[in-house]
């Protein structure tokens, strides 16, 4: 029970932001129908303000990224072309587990607060999103449709605010 009052919470926070300023100069970037969908979990949508999911196989190109326990990703900036579908390879090289979330300022400051409610859980993997467990890889396909500068970011308790969070720069 407590966990599904929690996941309905935290989507009504990705709802709510979708109605605020982005903090950073850019749209917020929250799932399309902010709802849950059939995962319970922080929104299932396949599409946002700057893109939208896409199949793996249908990618321009890979970009690896790595993250470790002292709180970053390699590479710390990536750019990519307006239009262009990315496969994220996401290795978690540390001995925690970490996640990697797509989005812009404003909604990533809205998922550290719902991951902070949250008590440590880490929530199913969305469209926008992934948790990976330690010496695991897990694999997100995206296709940016605005040009701007997004971010992926771990919210496992005290990561993002350590700095665990790398730059998009997407390009017309």
């Not at 793996?56 to 993250?67: F, G, K, L, P, Q």
């Not at 859980?121 to 701007?148: C, H, M, N, R, Y």
Request: with cysteine; proline share 5%; hydrophobic share 35%.
């Amino acid at each position: 029970m407590k966990q599904k009052l929690l996941a309905a919470s935290v989507s009504i926070i990705f709802a709510l932001s979708a109605c605020g300023d982005a903090p950073r100069g850019e749209s917020p970037a929250t799932p399309a129908d902010g709802g849950m969908g059939d995962h319970g979990g922080m929104g299932s949508a396949d599409t946002s303000a700057f893109g939208m999911s896409a199949e793996v196989d249908e990618a321009d190109r890979t970009i690896r990224v790595s993250m470790v326990d002292t709180f970053y990703y390699q590479p710390a900036e990536v750019s990519v072309e307006m239009g262009e579908t990315i496969a994220f390879e996401v290795t978690n090289e540390g001995e925690a587990p970490h996640e990697f979330v797509l989005g812009d300022g404003a909604f990533q400051e809205e998922h550290e607060t719902g991951m902070t409610e949250m008590d440590g859980e880490l929530p199913p993997d969305e469209s926008f999103a992934l948790s990976v467990q330690p010496s695991g890889t897990e694999t997100l396909a995206w296709t940016f449709s605005k040009a701007g500068t997004f971010e992926y970011a771990c919210h496992v308790s005290g990561h993002y605010d350590a700095g665990m969070f790398g730059r998009i720069a997407v390009q017309e």
